[in-house]
């Protein structure tokens, strides 16, 4: 059996001084997460984030929709 790794990226729009996070995105469909990391710290901890809960989370940033008040 193969394990699919992930391929890990960060925005291109990440030249922020180092406050970035990478994604690995290619285990979405496979899997049903999305693995997140530090990218300062590519060898430290994963948050598998169910792919559902991400894509919540990036509407709810688009759309700004979180039930408080800005």
């Not at 699919?4 to 291109?12: C, I, T």
């Not at 693995?35 to 948050?47: A, E």
């Amino acid at each position: 059996m193969t394990t699919e790794a992930p391929r890990w990226y960060k925005s291109s729009y990440s030249n922020n001084g180092g406050q970035c996070i990478e994604v690995a995105g290619n285990l979405a469909a496979t899997h049903g997460v999305v693995p997140i990391r530090d990218s300062k710290n590519p060898t430290g901890p994963v948050l598998n984030l169910p792919a559902t809960a991400l894509t919540a989370f990036i509407t709810g940033v688009k759309t700004e929709d979180f039930g408080g008040t800005p």
